[in-house]
């Protein structure tokens, strides 16, 4: 069965559109054309800003010209994620949805319901000529999910609304109201060998089997991390098994928990026994901890394979203590919403490259401050490793305003609609909103959207009807749009 015969049709008539033309982050030039051509051939200002977003202009119709200007925004690009056996070029080829019971999923890849779902609707807004709305205009970003890019480079001057509505929110039912604001922290430490001693056994210590998951909004679930269980392993025993390390990996994204980590070893010969036992030792101990958790969790040794020097003793050290006292998950839970996380760090990523290990953290908050702390406490500990720390990427929080005229419209347009509340939340992850600030400190915003499962990963899902209830919200907010206020 086609998506153009799932409701809301024009939704997913706009859809199936977007699925054929390629948009991963950093590419998103074709579908930003193809939409620029579009809205010409429909008579709407548009143009491009200088970093590529798109800004669309409608007029009020009739009898809603004295609104509040709004903005409705989305994100262009999407995730480029597939699975292992699945050949797919990003950069050309479609992506293929299809309808799996109550969802629509893509085969093999991810979907780009993310945010395409969101902007769909917002096409629709400006396609049709009967929905009722004030002035309106559309705000697509470039690259939010590599780099929120657009974002960054939205200047002032281009956009006349009061009120944003962000559409990247996944879960229908839930309204946002403020975001974490974030920072990559990078640390490189310069790689010092030594000669492989002789007398030794090559290991691969491998630590796999974890869960995974959003580094942020799945930060407080207490799962394991791979890097730090490993790093754990290898500092409990690497003195008392005179363990020597090539390299040690781990994870794959700053913003993911990490699942896997290994660390190629040497054990010298005599100790190989013991060692066995001892790996075996930590895997019931780490059982035990995590079980309720990481029911698949394993740590286990395989043959490793041969290497020409391991690090030096003195590096090890100052390695497997700065792994082992960097602070992974929670810092502080949220004093003004319950339930929400305010602070936290993912110690995402460990490679082993060239002349160098680098290890990548992620930093989350709600509160600027806060995040400055915790970088500040990142940089001690590896400054006082010797290694090199840098942080980049750092974007500001979108803090919750409690006197917001949006979010009394949009929870009372869904209580009329549905006959329920909304959930008023603040997401423990980066929504585009807190960097909008800096160009337009005004704007009073919210996010909402359909419900979308295991975003970024090729198992991404939306859920059908709530891609209705989200275009039904989204009509009636638009037509319960407060008047401007006049001087
Ligand atoms: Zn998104």
């Given at each position: 069965m086609p998506l153009s015969t799932l409701a809301p049709q024009p939704i997913w008539r706009w859809f199936t559109t977007l699925c054929s033309i390629a948009h991963p982050s950093k590419h998103e030039e074709a579908l930003a054309t193809y939409i620029v051509n579009w809205a010409q051939s429909k008579n709407l200002s548009v143009i491009r800003d200088k970093v590529g977003n798109v800004i669309i202009k409608k007029s009020a119709t009739p009898g809603y010209e004295n609104r509040k200007g709004v903005v409705m925004q989305a994100h262009l690009d999407m995730v480029p994620q597939k699975n292992n056996d699945t050949v797919h070029n990003f950069l050309t080829d479609p992506i293929k949805p299809y309808i799996d019971g109550e969802w629509v999923t893509a085969q093999g890849t991810?979907?780009?319901?993310?945010n395409g779902i969101g902007l769909c609707a917002i096409l629709c807004v400006f396609d049709d000529e009967t929905i009722e709305h004030g002035p309106l205009e559309a705000l697509l970003t470039i690259d939010e999910e590599a780099g929120m890019t657009g974002a960054f480079g939205l200047e002032a001057g281009y956009l006349d609304g009061e009120i944003l509505l962000n559409t990247?929110?996944?879960?229908?039912g839930e309204v946002y109201m403020g975001c974490a604001g974030g920072v990559d922290a990078n640390i490189r430490f310069t790689i010092e060998s030594v000669p492989v001693p002789s007398e030794h056994t090559a290991f691969s210590l491998v630590v796999e089997g974890l869960k995974g998951?959003?580094?942020?909004?799945?930060?407080?679930?207490?799962r394991g991390n791979a890097n730090k269980l490993l790093s754990r392993v290898l500092f409990e025993l690497s003195e008392q098994y005179q363990v020597k390390i090539n390299a040690i990996n781990g994870g794959s994204l700053r913003n993911a928990l990490p699942r896997e980590a290994s660390a190629d070893i040497l054990v010298p010969n005599e100790l190989v026994t013991q060692f066995k036992a001892a790996v075996n030792t930590w895997t019931a101990t780490f059982k035990a901890e995590l079980c309720a958790v990481e029911p698949d969790l394993a740590i286990f040794l395989d043959a490793g394979e041969d290497f020409d020097d391991v690090l030096s003793p003195a590096l090890q050290t100052r390695l497997l203590a700065s792994l082992y006292g960097c602070p992974h998950g929670v810092f502080r839970m949220s004093d003004e919403v319950e339930?929400?996380?305010e602070t936290s760090n993912n110690l995402g990523v460990i490679q082993t490259r060239g002349k160098e290990i680098y290890v990548q953290c992620l930093i989350r908050s709600l509160m600027d401050s806060r995040r400055i702390d915790a970088q500040n406490t990142i940089a001690s500990i590896f400054t006082l490793a010797g290694a090199a720390v840098d942080f980049t990427g750092a974007y500001p929080g979108w803090k919750p305003e409690s006197s917001s005229q949006i979010m009394d419209v949009v929870r009372d347009t869904y209580h009329e609609l549905f006959g329920e509340m909304p959930k008023i939340m603040v997401i423990h992850a980066g929504l585009e909103c807190g960097l909008f600030k800096d160009a337009y400190p005004q704007w009073d915003m919210v996010s909402y959207g359909p419900t979308i499962r295991?975003?970024?990963?090729?198992d991404e899902k939306v859920k059908i009807d709530t891609v209705e209830r989200f275009w039904q919200l989204t009509l009636a907010i638009l037509k319960n749009i407060p008047e401007k206020v006049t001087a």
């Open positions: 991810t979907l780009g319901a993310d990247d929110s996944e879960d229908e998951g959003h580094s942020g909004v799945d930060i407080h679930l207490g339930g929400v996380v295991f975003p970024h990963s090729p």
